[in-house]
């Protein structure tokens, strides 16, 4: 199976970074990074109404009927722009719901926009079976986008391993705190003796598959910073003169702009080779050699276009 993405894809990308372009531009970074973010965010009905909320879920919840690779080319254009709000957050909540049953009921609202969701990779939090259901307790720490959700979806420690599970935000305690990002706010999450009903336990979903789904999506994100950061770089080096002429002409920052590009290009091959996998022993490989190439790239690119 091919690792590069196709025109369609491409299609796609353009139409998302247009999206991006048009509702979140740098003034809306910018006041984001001085102001707390609306919830939802003022861009949140575009994408909705492109479908973006939902490119990867099934047609029967409302969904566009694609799959991963279509949304980690649309979070690729959400971390090109780095779009503030639970928008990435929310995607990756989704995925993990779909991946257990594509025709969750509770997708629906997710994939219309009408629903925010978060997750977390890791969590504190403890079960015990009761009847067909599980009682939650403890905390889960640093979510991203907890308090701009009303579902999250959380691993708990049972007896026989972890199981990952939907929970009600009105169920939850919920306390904002500082982010280092401020694009993208934290809470941690409290349940004290929730109670979870079976139809909100997602069995199917194992952790090993769950890891892989969320590590894929994130390092989608991540090189669409080290793109931006690469694009600003080699822009400002055909502009920026010194000694009378571009820098860009300068065979050292040449060689530091083809180094940023090399680095983009091998984390875009991973990341779309992961988002392809089809099995969960070579999606989780796939996965883990994404993030490596991913965060190289990004801190990377940052370090370098910062230098230029």
């Not at 969904?63 to 995607?91: D, H, K, N, R």
């Not at 706010?185 to 139809?199: F, I, Q, W």
Request: glycine share 8%; proline share 6%.
């Amino acid at each position: 199976m091919p690792i590069a993405i196709t025109s369609e894809h491409s299609d796609l990308a353009d139409s998302v970074r247009s999206l991006v372009a048009r509702v979140a531009p740098s003034e809306v970074l910018h006041e984001a990074l001085e102001t707390p973010i609306p919830n939802p965010p003022p861009y949140w009905k575009a994408a909705a109404e492109q479908g973006l909320q939902g490119v990867h879920l099934s047609e029967t919840v409302g969904g566009q009927g694609f799959g991963i690779l279509e949304l980690a080319i649309t979070l690729a254009e959400f971390g090109y722009g780095a779009v503030p709000g639970p928008f990435v957050p929310s995607a990756i909540a989704s995925a993990l719901i779909s991946a257990d049953n594509p025709d969750a009921a509770i997708l629906g609202g997710l994939a219309s926009g009408e629903t925010i969701a978060a997750y977390a990779i890791d969590s504190g939090l403890t079960a015990t079976r009761h009847g067909d259901g599980l009682v939650i307790r403890g905390e889960a720490r640093a979510v991203p986008a907890a308090a701009q959700a009303s579902v999250l979806v959380l691993p708990v420690a049972i007896e026989s391993g972890v199981q990952w599970v939907v929970l009600d935000a009105a169920q939850l305690e919920i306390e904002p705190v500082k982010s280092v990002d401020p694009l993208r706010p934290l809470a941690h999450v409290r349940a004290n003796a929730t109670e979870v009903t079976g139809d909100r336990v997602l069995t199917s979903l194992g952790t090993a598959h769950a890891r892989a789904l969320i590590t894929t999506l994130l390092s989608a994100e991540a090189i669409g910073v080290a793109r931006w950061a690469t694009d600003t770089a080699t822009a400002y080096a055909k502009i920026r003169e010194q000694f009378g002429r571009p820098i860009g002409q300068f065979q050292a920052i040449k060689h530091k702009c083809a180094g940023m590009i090399a680095e983009t290009e091998r984390a875009t091959a991973a990341v779309w080779d992961a988002a392809r996998a089809d099995d969960l022993d070579g999606a989780s490989f796939a996965a883990a050699v994404a993030a490596a190439h991913a965060v190289r790239a990004v801190v990377f690119n940052a370090e370098t276009n910062l230098q230029l």
